[in-house]
C-alpha cells in the first residue's frame, strides 16, 4: 500500500528472459522492470529527485511553473509529479515526439510548446529546444528548469537503481543499458565504482547518435542517442 502514485516509484521488480535468451552455458539475463514505475520509465526516478531538491531548496512549490526539454519520457515523469504537487509544467518537445506520448503529457495536465524547426546551425532539434527552454525562462517569473541533462540529481537518482540491482541479483557481472542524457549509465557506473564491485557497465548507444563517437544522422529510437554529446557523457569518471 503507497500514500500516493508518486511513493510508487522504485523498487522496480527483475524478470529473468528465460526465453529470449535461452543457453546451456549458465548465462542468466534479467530485466530491470522500470516500465513498472507509475510513469512508466526509469525517468521517474530522476524526475522526481531533481523537483524533491528543488522543493526542499524553496525554489519550487505549489501553483510554481516547471520547465523542461524532453522527448517524451522524462515529460511525462515530471507531469506526473508536477499533477501531484499542483505545478504547471511546460514541456518542450520537437516533431519527433510521439502522438501517444503528446497524449499522455496533455492528460496529465502538461502544456506542450513545439520547436518546429532545428538548430540552423547543428541541424539538430535539441540545441532549438534549449533555446526555447531560456526564452520562456525569461518571460515567465519564478520558472524553474530541471535541466535533466546537467542536474546531477539525475544521474544520482540513478545509483539507486543500481543499488536495487545489486541488492536483487547479488552483484551481476554486466548491466546493459541505452544512453540519451547518459545519466543512468553514469549513475550505474558510479555506485559500482563506489562499492567496488567487479560489475561492468556497457553502454549501449543507437546508430547515428554522436554520443559514441558515431557520424550524426536520422536515429530511429526517439529518446535513444543523441545528435550532441550531453554533459554527462562528457564526464571524467572517477
Not at 508518486?6 to 552455458?25: Q, V, Y
Not at 504537487?85 to 502538461?110: E, F
Amino acid at each position: 500500500m503507497t500514500d500516493t502514485i508518486i511513493s510508487a516509484i522504485g523498487r522496480t521488480p527483475l524478470a529473468e528472459m528465460k526465453h529470449l535468451f535461452a543457453n546451456d552455458r549458465g548465462i542468466r539475463v534479467f530485466a530491470k522492470l522500470e516500465l513498472l514505475n507509475p510513469g512508466g520509465s526509469a525517468k521517474d526516478r530522476p524526475a522526481l529527485r531533481m523537483l524533491q531538491e528543488a522543493r526542499q531548496a524553496g525554489r519550487i512549490g505549489p501553483g510554481s511553473t516547471i520547465v523542461e526539454s524532453s522527448s517524451g519520457n522524462t515529460a511525462i515523469s515530471l507531469a506526473m509529479i508536477c499533477a501531484q504537487w499542483k505545478m504547471r509544467l511546460i514541456c518542450v518537445v520537437d516533431p519527433r515526439t510521439s502522438g501517444a506520448n503528446l497524449a499522455i503529457l496533455k492528460a496529465l495536465g502538461a502544456q506542450i510548446d513545439l520547436v518546429a524547426e532545428p538548430d540552423p546551425a547543428t541541424g539538430e532539434f535539441l540545441p532549438a529546444r534549449i533555446r526555447r527552454v531560456q526564452e520562456l525562462l525569461a518571460s515567465i517569473p519564478g520558472a524553474f528548469w530541471p535541466n535533466q541533462y546537467n542536474n546531477e540529481n539525475n544521474w544520482q537518482a540513478q545509483m539507486e537503481t543500481m543499488r536495487e540491482i545489486h541488492e536483487q541479483t547479488g552483484g551481476p557481472d554486466y548491466v546493459f543499458g541505452a544512453v540519451s542524457t547518459c545519466s543512468t549509465m553514469l549513475g550505474c557506473y558510479r555506485y559500482v565504482r563506489e562499492k567496488d564491485l567487479p560489475t561492468v557497465i556497457v553502454a549501449v548507444d543507437s546508430e547515428a547518435s554522436s554520443i559514441l563517437g558515431e557520424p550524426c544522422g536520422q536515429r530511429r529510437f526517439p529518446g535513444m542517442g543523441a545528435g550532441l554529446v550531453p554533459p554527462f557523457g562528457r564526464q571524467r569518471f572517477y
